[in-house]
């Protein structure tokens, strides 16, 4: 019966067998997130530009803070925009499996850049705590504090939106960060409030708050980082692969999972176990089902290798045995 339904379901589910088409999608998916890159940049570029000239008028230091917040993040759109490119080239005899690992590789860019950030804003804030200054033209740095969160939010959304669609854990990253910078914009309309009560310690106290809030930022960023630099991927994820291997007609079990992210592409390797009698060519057919229907199955997995075990000695253990048996076999 769950054979029949599996056959059913494929039948009636749109998709198609061509690896080129796989491919296309991979090449799509880098167009899109170049497109996110660049219109962000161009976003970000002009907020931090109109918060500069604020800054040049106000010497407000919390506005200070979150221009160069804002400057680091447009920044961040370079070495994304690097991997992306690198990532459409073709796997060679040298890099096997491509070059999408640049992508997280531009993630240690993007928090080192981060980090640069937050030190620059505490250099700052806390050299005008110890030298007191009057923070001048308040309605244009509230208003540039506006400015700013308006600019972060939008771009966020966006780059948050494309990065989910296309599976980049980089661009979301960098998506959440520019939406926390955004609230960072608004911590500058209390600091020209303050200013404005005649509270002189508003401007600095807030351009440290601004440091912590990128410091937070900073961990998160450095936390995904490491994940996708160990190979991390979501235990659902593999669950769920494994259940769509469970559910392919001839598989008796699943003896080994392997899942790991290059760039925003998701890499497989499984063990399936199958009647011990079958014919090779019996056995090749249910791999190659299996290789399919994970790639159909699981979002944004675009390659698969499944090795097939009989169900009389599965697993690693056995395949140990058979080689050093042949080759004490061997004359």
Request: proline share 3%; net charge neutral.
């Amino acid at each position: 019966m769950r054979d029949a339904w599996h056959k059913i379901r494929h039948r009636l589910t749109p998709h198609s067998h061509d690896t080129a088409d796989k491919v296309d999608d991979a090449l799509e998916s880098s167009r899109a997130g170049m497109r996110a890159l660049w219109i962000s940049l161009a976003a970000l570029t002009l907020t931090a530009l109109v918060q500069a000239a604020v800054v040049a008028l106000s010497g407000s230091v919390a506005l200070l803070g979150d221009t160069l917040h804002n400057v680091a993040d447009a920044l961040t759109a370079v070495p994304l925009g690097i991997a992306f490119l690198l990532g459409r080239r073709a796997a060679t005899r040298a890099y096997t499996y491509g070059f999408g690992r640049a992508e997280d590789l531009a993630g240690v860019a993007i928090v080192l850049v981060i980090a640069a950030s937050a030190a620059a804003s505490a250099f700052f804030a806390v050299r005008r705590l110890v030298e007191p200054q009057a923070m001048t033209h308040l309605p244009w740095v509230l208003a540039a504090g506006v400015v700013g969160f308006a600019g972060n939010e939008l771009v966020a959304r966006y780059r948050i939106a494309v990065g989910r669609r296309i599976g980049s854990a980089a661009l979301v990253a960098d998506g959440l960060h520019a939406r926390t910078d955004g609230f960072a914009s608004l911590a500058v309309v209390l600091a020209a409030c303050g200013a404005a009560l005649g509270w002189r310690w508003a401007d600095p106290v807030v351009g440290l708050l601004i440091t912590a809030a990128i410091l937070f930022v900073l961990k998160d960023a450095a936390r995904e980082v490491y994940r996708r630099l160990m190979d991390r991927v979501d235990p659902d994820l593999v669950d769920h692969a494994e259940r769509a291997l469970r559910l392919i007609p001839g598989v008796r079990d699943v003896s080994a999972l392997r899942m790991r992210w290059v760039g925003h592409r998701l890499h497989a390797e499984a063990a399936v176990v199958v009647d011990a009698h079958l014919s090779l060519m019996a056995a090749h057919e249910i791999a190659a089902d299996a290789e399919h229907q994970l790639t159909h199955h699981v979002p944004r997995l675009t390659e698969a290798t499944v090795h097939v075990d009989p169900d009389t000695y599965p697993g690693a253990e056995h395949h140990l045995r058979i080689s050093h048996a042949r080759i004490g076999a061997t004359p």
